[in-house]
């Protein structure tokens, strides 16, 4: 601790500090909250503190104990002092170092302690939070908010901290030190010490201003990064011919981080050079004042020796303690934006009293939905304008989407939804699984409001296939045992089979074991859709919400997607989205879906024969095929 070089790489992190931070508002109560995050950890901090303290005092003994060698024994020849004061030092030295390793022992313990804490929270909150969050959020905002932010309040926790207590001991010990020696030379070093902190604190402000700006575009690039290097966005790049543009927008960023990090490297190595240069300055005035007195009168060579040695303490202390307020706002900051996301509300959580669903729901499977209306929420609702990087939430209610939806699927029946485009067939399935909260009406699974139940029971019992059949970057065997943890080869193998993929992943030479790819984009449409068929069918739902995808499948594909569906839906009650009508001409129901409302109800014959919106959906999609009837499901 101490010296020079120690304190003034300190007080130049502390100078590239964005300094705007001390104009932050915090929340009443940030201090108390840390302190509890801090809680468990009472006890570390307490001898983390202790052992500061300890080692700033040792620090500051040091050129005392010299100045007593040099007077109370070398000058007066008493041997026994000189030997004796100078084990006294050893000792001292190896207190010291002892100190020093329990001292990072305990700091090390409770920094991490303290990320593994925040970070777990954040995790496990932002996991709980509805899906209109991840709708809205930046990813790559919310990953920096569990690394950087977490990151930083610990920094500031243990650097803030112990920086803080050991700089003020040592500048009072130093100086209370330095004026018992000789107050008319303290004061001259201190007068010179504003010749170093403004010049420090004028560059401080570039490199803040620098250091922003690399913040910044470091986020950019990562930004690029993240949506460019997967498929999709690897994709788009290369159909739409910018790989130039895209690395010349590279280019640019990463060239200005450099020439920033050569800038950021000078101005601290000037700011560091000064604080030295200054601190030399100051010892040659303690050694030309001093010594020159001390040439007169040899019983001041010992406090011309002593002033020395405070004076190499006081100046990157003292630097390090003028630029307090920002370090202390920056640690305070940290803490605060991971508060704010553990402070978001999950707007879709368990009710007080809910119960789980029965299982298995059985004959009681069914899907009612009662007069629903429904609209996205608003930003401001569900998150935080730091994780959308806007400035400002859009409060404005978005339009409504669902007016006054009203079915029911009874037990083992199948209900199509169809309609245009935008209708609203997605928003109803994802209703069933409490995606989302109605705000008029209600949604009820086996007879009980989809509020009133638990949410791990009710996702339980629904099974649902999204319209991207999202798979993870796993193996096959890692994607399907996502539904049944437990699930043996032979289960995984069943499945497979009545979703008709078994054939196509027997052929992979690492069968189970291949790696789906980023998104699953390593399968083809069909067979990726079938594999989320398969995954269905291993957690048995009783009832099963499928968001057809097969708009886009050949006919072959097709096939096998509907008999793998035909497995899948068979005894089960099902909400079925389809794009193509030949899916639901067998269904029990058909709901024609158009701007949110149901405008038309009925099985295939019945309305084909109203002729409205369904019979001239069904015209166009068969239009110029010469018999409607092809594509049968077998
Ligand atoms: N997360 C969302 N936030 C706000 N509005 C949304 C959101 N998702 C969908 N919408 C809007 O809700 C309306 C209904 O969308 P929905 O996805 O339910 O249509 P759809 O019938 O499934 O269409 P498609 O046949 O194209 O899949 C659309 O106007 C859409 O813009
Ligand atoms: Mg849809």
Known sequence: MGGPAGGGWHAMRSFRRDASVTEAHLPKGTIK??????????????????????????GAANPWIVKLIIDDGINKRHHAVVIGLALLMAGLALADAAVNLANRWFSARVGEGLIYDMRSAVFTHIQRMPIAFFTR??????ISRINNDVLGAQQAFTGTLSNVVSNIISV???????????????????????LFIIPARLMGRRLQRITRESYMLNAE???????????????LVKLFGRPEEEERLFRTKARRVADIGVEQAMY???LFVSLTLIAALGTSLVYGLGGYQAATDPAKLGTVVALAAYLSRLYGPITALSNIQVDVMTALVSFDRVFEVLDLPPAIADATDAKPLPVPLGEASTIEFDDVWFRYPTAAEVSLASLE????????????????????????QLVALVGPSGAGKTTISQLVTRMYDVQEGAVRVGGHNVRDVTLASLRNAVGVVTQDAHMFHDTIRANLV?????????????????????????????????VVGDRGYRMSGGEK??????????????????????????????????????????????????????????????????????????????????????AELYRTQFQGQADPDITPVP
């Open 33 to 58: 909250r840390i302190a509890r995050f801090a809680a468990p950890y009472r006890n570390a901090i307490v001898a983390f503190l202790v052992l500061v303290v300890i080692d700033a005092v040792i």
């Open 137 to 142: 959020t930046q990813t790559g905002a919310l």
């Open 172 to 194: 009072s010990l130093v100086l209370v030190a330095m004026l018992l020696l000789s107050w008319q030379i303290t004061l001259l070093a201190l007068a010179m010490v504003p």
């Open 221 to 235: 690039m990562s930004t690029q990064m993240t949506e460019r290097f997967n498929v999709a966005g690897a994709l």
């Open 268 to 270: 601290g190595r000037i």
């Open 389 to 412: 990087s806007v400035a400002v939430l859009d409060q404005v209610p978005d339009k409504q989407v669902l007016h006054g939806v009203s079915f029911r699927a009874e037990p083992g």
């Open 482 to 514: 996502y539904a049944q943890p437990d699930a043996s080869d032979d289960e995984l193998w069943d499945a497979l089979d009545n979703a008709h993929i078994g054939s196509v992943i027997r052929e992979l030479p690492d069968g189970l074991d291949t």
């Open 529 to 614: 859709q079938r594999l989320a068929i398969a995954r269905l069918l291993l957690k048995r739902p009783s009832i099963v919400v499928l968001d057809e995808a097969t708009a886009h499948l050949d006919s072959e594909s097709e096939v096998a997607v509907q008999r793998a569906l035909k497995k899948a839906l068979a005894e089960r009650t099902s909400l079925v989205i389809a794009h193509r009508l030949s899916t639901v001409r067998d269904a029990d129901q058909i709901l024609v879906v158009d701007d949110g409302r149901i405008v038309e109800r009925g099985t295939h014959e019945e309305l084909l024969d109203v002729g409205g919106l369904y």
